[in-house]
């Protein structure tokens, strides 16, 4: 069974930055893609970034590209989002998520969730 653990999330100013991580518990952490998603009060839950098993192909939304950083540590079975420039529409809940996928396109579905972690973004 594979558990995924977000943290990192908190309130911080716009413009500013955190960086969130998502520890995967489990074996064969290199074989999962793995990805990010954010779902703010009242709206779906939206993509936000996405690393292959590798880390060599990444993806991101078109609303956090060129400010958020997606990675990964396979040795630590740990994946990353580091936020730059942070707004107040960035404000959500963040949630990683796993799939045992061998492309390094990005998955169109996900199976396993973790329970998520806050960011507020104050104007």
């Known amino acids: 069974q594979v558990q995924l653990v977000e943290s990192g999330g908190g309130l911080v100013q716009a413009g500013g930055s955190l960086r969130l991580s998502c520890a995967v518990s489990?074996?064969?952490?290199?074989?999962?893609?793995m990805g990010w998603f954010r779902q703010a009060p009242g709206k779906e839950r939206e993509f936000v970034a996405h690393?292959?098993?590798?880390?060599?192909?990444?993806s991101y939304a078109d609303s956090v590209q060129g400010r958020f950083t997606i990675s990964r540590d396979n040795a630590k079975n740990t994946v990353y989002l580091q936020m730059n420039s942070l707004k107040p529409e960035d404000t959500a809940a963040y949630y990683c998520a796993a799939v045992r996928y061998y492309s390094d396109s990005k998955p169109t579905e996900y199976d396993y969730w973790g329970q998520g972690t806050q960011v507020t973004v104050s104007s």
């Open positions: 690393i292959s098993r590798s880390g060599g192909s990444t």
């Open positions: 489990g074996r064969a952490f290199s074989f999962y893609s």
